[in-house]
């Protein structure tokens, strides 16, 4: 791989971050209440100066190079009955990559996803069981911020909660599979796990873990100057998040992390700050 001479393939980094990021504060496994609308706004930031190449072997961008996104999204769900509620999902980002030589900017919406999640079961109302089927429709015309195709994606999601240790825990497990329509479409593979413990008894305070990660295949499995036509990469990052609940409308959610191996993708550090608002109960 030549990294200097296809430099805006490093934009995809910052684009599967952005995709990543929302799904840690708002733990989709548990239920939103009929009639009840969640909001969860995003700023995310992701830096990276080196990459693992297609045989996973990690080295510096050449000319010093580096590359950072800024992402903006909103994550909106609505309950529509005591099984069905509404999902969607609207992201903007701004990608840069620079070096000694040159200097590539690429700005805008990225795909909308809208949803329908179905939950399937509970065991006693603590465990819930759900499926959801998710529609992806490209917003922009500029191949740097994505694959320009249409997509769709069935997720399944087990989440719960209890005590531990005199602590309130809750987990989320999460695995979809997303299939871009289109030549040489991708099929991916995105899933996360979040462990999250409450530390006081108001339940204001609370800590949480995450691992989750990529996996994307297709026949197209050569690089392109155009980082988004890369279809085949592979990635795991891990986690910590710090929440504080001002009360049962808002919550603050504030999260680092890190690349801990990939395959034709960069080995970054990540930051995002997620607020949740519950605007009618």
Same mark, same amino acid.
């Given at each position: 791989?030549?990294?200097?001479?296809?430099?805006?393939?490093?934009? %995809?980094?910052?684009?599967?971050?952005?995709?990543?990021?929302?799904?840690?504060?708002?733990?989709?496994?548990?239920?939103?209440?009929?009639?009840?609308?969640?909001?969860?706004?995003?700023?995310?930031?992701?830096?990276?100066?080196?990459?693992?190449?297609?045989?996973?072997?990690?080295?510096?961008?050449?000319?010093?190079?580096?590359?950072?996104?800024?992402?903006?999204?909103?994550?909106?769900?609505?309950?529509?009955?005591?099984?069905?509620?509404?999902?969607?999902?609207?992201?903007?980002?701004?990608?840069?990559?620079?070096?000694?030589?040159?200097?590539?900017?690429?700005?805008?919406?990225?795909?909308?996803?809208?949803?329908?999640?179905?939950?399937?079961?509970?065991?006693?109302?603590?465990?819930?069981?759900?499926?959801?089927?998710?529609?992806?429709?490209? %917003?922009?015309?500029?191949?740097?911020?994505?694959?320009?195709?249409?997509?769709?994606?069935?997720?399944?999601?087990?989440?719960?909660?209890?005590?531990?240790?005199?602590?309130?825990?809750?987990?989320?497990?999460?695995?979809?599979?997303?299939?871009?329509?289109?030549?040489?479409?991708?099929?991916?593979?995105?899933?996360? #796990?979040?462990?999250?413990?409450?530390?006081?008894?108001?339940?204001?305070?609370?800590?949480?873990?995450?691992?989750?990660?990529?996996?994307?295949?297709?026949?197209?499995?050569?690089?392109?100057?155009?980082? #988004?036509?890369?279809?085949?990469?592979?990635?795991?990052?891990?986690? %910590?998040?710090?929440?504080?609940?001002?009360?049962?409308?808002?919550?603050?959610? %504030?999260?680092?992390?890190?690349?801990?191996?990939?395959?034709?993708?960069?080995?970054?550090?990540?930051?995002?700050?997620?607020?949740?608002?519950?605007?009618?109960?």
């Amino acid at each position: 791989m030549n990294l200097p001479k296809t430099y805006l393939k490093y934009l %995809l980094i910052g684009l599967s971050f952005i995709l990543l990021a929302p799904g840690s504060s708002h733990a989709g496994g548990f239920p939103v209440r009929p009639k009840r609308l969640l909001l969860s706004p995003s700023f995310s930031y992701f830096y990276a100066d080196r990459a693992w190449d297609s045989l996973r072997r990690k080295k510096l961008f050449d000319n010093g190079g580096r590359f950072q996104s800024v992402g903006i999204s909103l994550y909106a769900e609505y309950g529509l009955s005591r099984r069905f509620t509404m999902v969607a999902l609207l992201p903007y980002v701004k990608n840069t990559y620079e070096d000694n030589n040159a200097k590539t900017v690429s700005r805008g919406f990225t795909d909308l996803e809208v949803g329908l999640r179905y939950y399937l079961a509970n065991i006693n109302y603590i465990y819930y069981f759900t499926v959801q089927g998710t529609y992806v429709q490209p %917003l922009y015309s500029d191949l740097s911020l994505g694959y320009k195709q249409q997509g769709a994606e069935i997720k399944f999601a087990f989440a719960g909660s209890g005590k531990v240790l005199g602590k309130n825990y809750y987990f989320t497990a999460e695995n979809g599979v997303r299939q871009y329509f289109g030549p040489d479409g991708p099929i991916q593979d995105r899933y996360n #796990a979040t462990f999250g413990l409450t530390l006081d008894r108001k339940f204001r305070h609370q800590v949480s873990a995450s691992f989750s990660g990529f996996y994307s295949s297709s026949n197209f499995t050569r690089f392109s100057p155009i980082q #988004a036509v890369n279809k085949n990469f592979a990635f795991n990052q891990v986690s %910590l998040t710090y929440g504080y609940t001002f009360s049962k409308r808002f919550s603050v959610f %504030l999260s680092g992390g890190h690349f801990i191996n990939g395959r034709n993708t960069g080995d970054g550090a990540t930051s995002n700050v997620s607020l949740i608002f519950k605007p009618f109960r």
